[in-house]
């Protein structure tokens, strides 16, 4: 495996060792060279369920290892790893997308999400991505609902190297968005990304001040902003899929960002949101630093998740 390649696999690897660990010891590092019995594909169902996988993927998971067990009584275990990781790939076909802005400058990606999902560091480490690759960015800070928001947006700028346009409590987002707007198109930026405030999806006032701001965004250009991102803490499993439905209807999302899938056993729930919402995954988030925010890979996250490439 080539090293670049290796140490991709390896952050996806380590990154989702918990539930890789949740697996493996649930069905007694059956995902080895032993040979399965009953008792053991029994245990890599129950393990799937308590990976938050769900019943849909986990019972067409296990109809193909299953299948296979029935044609092949000496099926190991890493043999049924593979066959898991190749439908977890079925089922996610089409949730890869890698960004590209578009030609109009500033490309706006606007983060929404609940309170605590990440999102003002995710909005720094998304900044920091693109500016690694080469863009100009500037970075919006529309969350004017929570008082450190602003002051922790401007520590993580400061640390990565990034121009922010700040703002103060209680400000109007959509005022902050239109100046942040300016701001990028004056500096001819590359990439305009915008904080805004983590509200409750049950809160009907706080996501009117969603489209509020996407409608001043789109006088000054017919479709900004053009990505609207749902950022989701992977440990909250399927719980969030009530959450995106709502943003989905309120802000018309284009994608979505899982963070915090190293901090969870639950894994698999990004699977279910997928199925649910049809969206893109841009990026998951695999730890604290900015390099653990990492572009989504279908083939990585799935062999991750069954250990079963060779490392």
């Known amino acids: 495996m080539h090293a670049e390649k290796k140490g991709f696999f390896r952050r996806f690897r380590e990154g989702l060792q918990k539930t890789t660990r949740s697996l493996s010891s649930a069905v007694g590092g059956v995902f080895g060279r032993a040979k399965l019995d009953e008792d053991s594909l029994n245990s890599i169902e129950e393990a799937l369920f308590g990976a ?68 003002t560091t995710t909005s720094a480490k998304i900044a920091w991505h693109f500016q690694e690759s080469g863009s100009s960015v500037l970075v919006g800070a529309c969350d004017t609902f929570r008082a450190a928001a602003n002051e922790q947006l401007k520590v993580w ?25 300016a701001a990028a198109q004056k500096r001819e930026k590359d990439l305009l990304v915008l904080d805004t405030a983590g509200r409750l999806h049950t809160k009907s006032n706080l996501m009117e001040e969603l489209k509020k701001v996407r409608r001043v965004l789109g006088k000054q250009r017919e479709g900004a902003p053009e990505e609207r991102w749902l950022v989701i803490d992977g440990s909250h499993g399927t719980n969030s899929i009530q959450q995106a439905r709502i943003f989905h209807e309120a802000f018309e999302l284009t994608g979505l960002v ?54």
């Open 52 to 119: 938050d996988f769900g019943v849909e993927t986990t019972d067409e998971v296990m109809e193909a290892i299953r299948k296979e067990y029935r044609r092949n009584r000496d099926l190991r275990g890493k043999e049924a790893a593979e066959i898991g990781a190749r439908v977890l790939e079925g089922v996610l076909e089409g949730s890869e997308k890698a960004f590209a802005p578009s030609q109009e400058k500033p490309t706006v990606v606007a983060l929404v999400g609940v309170n605590g999902s990440g999102k």
């Open 157 to 181: 700028s400061d640390r990565l190297g990034l121009e922010v346009i700040g703002s103060h409590q209680g400000a109007d987002p959509a005022a902050v968005a239109f100046d942040s707007f």
């Open 258 to 311: 899982i963070t915090k899938l190293d901090g969870t056993s639950g894994g698999g729930a990004l699977v279910g949101i997928y199925r649910e919402m049809k969206l893109p995954i841009y990026y998951i988030g695999l730890g604290e630093q900015p390099e653990d925010l990492q572009p989504f890979s279908v083939k990585e996250y799935c062999q991750a998740i069954f250990a079963s490439s060779d490392e």
